[in-house]
C-alpha cells in the first residue's frame, strides 16, 4: 500500500487499525530497501558494551558472531513510554469536504500507536480542544492498543461546532501529569490565539522542562492554509472556531494573508528549535512517511 492515502477513502473505509498495519508494515519493507536500512524497526535488546562496566551482561553469542561486545537489555532499559495528542478543535475538521487535517491526524497516531505496539513500547492517546476531551493510560496490550484504535475511528465523525483551541493550558496540564520521562507526540495545526503566542511556546518549554522528548507535527493543509491559494472569484470565509463570517476575493488579502502565516510559522519553527523541539511541518497532501521517519528518528536518538 502507498504511503499516501486519498483521506476521503479513508474515512468512508471506516478502520484505522487495518490501514495503519498496511501502512506500517508498508513502510517498514520500503525502509530496509532505502538509505534508512541502518534502522532497526525492532531494536533489538542489545547495546554496545562501555569500557568499565560489568561484563556480566555481554552476550557472547553475539561476540562470537560480529567480534563485537553488545550487551543484553532488559525490558526496562528498552521500553519507551509515548504519549499522542491531538488536537480535536473545530480548525482542525478542515476541509470539510473529508475533515482532511483530523483525517491525516488520526491515520499518523495509529501508525504510530501500530509501530510502538509492534516494538512492545507503551502508548497513551490524549484528545483536546480548549479542555482535555480524553486521556487514556500508557500501556503496551493489544488490548490497550486496540481500544485506542476504537477512540481514533470515532475521531472522524461529525465535529462538534466551534470549539477553540486553547494548546497552552493543555500542553502545561499534560506536563504536570506525566511523571516519567517521555516522548510526546503533538499532532496541532497550532492555529491557537497567535496574539498570545508567548503562552503557547511557555507550554512547550514546560514539556522540555521536564526532560521529555517533543514531537510537533504541525498538521496543515499547505496549499489554502499557507499559499491561500484559492480561484480569483468570491468566496465566504468561514472561520470554523469562531463561526465569524468575511466576504472577499481571495486576491484582495493573499499577500497580507500569506505574510502573517509565514511570521508567525517561522517563529514557532524557531522557538521549537530554541527548546530542541523536534518541528515537522506535516502537509496533509503528503503521505505518512514522513511522520514515521521523523518518530524513527527520534526514537533512535532516545535509545
Known sequence: MKQSLNLSQVRSFGNVEFLARQLVEGFITGLHKSPFHGFSVEFAEHRLYNTGETTRHIDWKVYGKTEKLFVKR????????????????????YPESNYGK?????MAAACLAYLLQRQKDAVSLTTFADTIDLQTPVKSTPSHVH??????????????????????????????????RSLVVLFSDMFDNTEKADSLFSALQHLRHNLHEVLLFH???KKTEEEFAFDERPYEFIDLETGEKVKL???????TYQQAVKQYFQELKL????????????????????????YLVKRTKMK
Open 74 to 93: 532488559y525490558e526496562e532499559e528498552t521500553n519507551l513510554r509515548c504519549h499522542l495528542l491531538i488536537d480535536t478543535s473545530s480548525s482542525m475538521y
Open 102 to 106: 483530523m483525517t491525516f491526524s488520526v
Open 147 to 180: 481500544k485506542l484504535f476504537t477512540q481514533l475511528d470515532q475521531l472522524m465523525v461529525q465535529p462538534k461546532p466551534l470549539r477553540k483551541t486553547s494548546a497552552a493550558d493543555v500542553i502545561h496540564q499534560v506536563a504536570e501529569k506525566i511523571n516519567k
Open 219 to 221: 498538521v496543515t493543509d
Open 249 to 255: 476575493q481571495p486576491g484582495q488579502i493573499r499577500e
Open 271 to 294: 522557538r521549537c528549535g530554541q527548546y530542541k523541539i523536534d518541528f515537522i511541518e506535516a502537509d496533509i497532501a503528503q503521505g505518512f512517511d514522513q511522520i514515521l521517519t521523523a
